[in-house]
């Protein structure tokens, strides 16, 4: 489900209500099988799909945000090193 609107949708509860149950019961079984939070299992998913764009396609960093559904380029930027350490551009270059 997340692979299908991760770019949409990044909000726990969203997924939550497709699977007909709570947003904390979702949260607490993702952590038991993973390790790692739902929501942190969202984010990572956004910041591979990323990074693979940034890293295979000749798409700006613009328009690589507009494809992720960030409200600007500069809030992608920020989510962006925030998560990875590495602005778009200086990843890019890696």
Not at 23 to 48: D, F, M, P, Q
Not at 58 to 81: A, D, G, V, W
């Amino acid at each position: 489900m997340v692979e299908k609107n991760f770019k949409k949708y990044r909000q726990l509860d969203f997924y939550a209500d497709k699977l007909c149950i709570t947003a904390k019961y979702l949260s607490t079984t993702v952590k038991n099988n993973s390790g790692i939070s739902a929501s942190e299992w969202i984010k990572r998913y956004v910041i591979l799909e990323a990074q693979r764009l940034l890293k295979n396609s000749s798409m700006t960093i613009q328009q690589i945000s507009n494809e992720l559904n960030f409200p600007s380029q500069t809030f992608f930027s920020k989510y962006f090193k925030h998560q990875i350490g590495l602005s778009p551009k200086e990843y890019r270059k890696s």
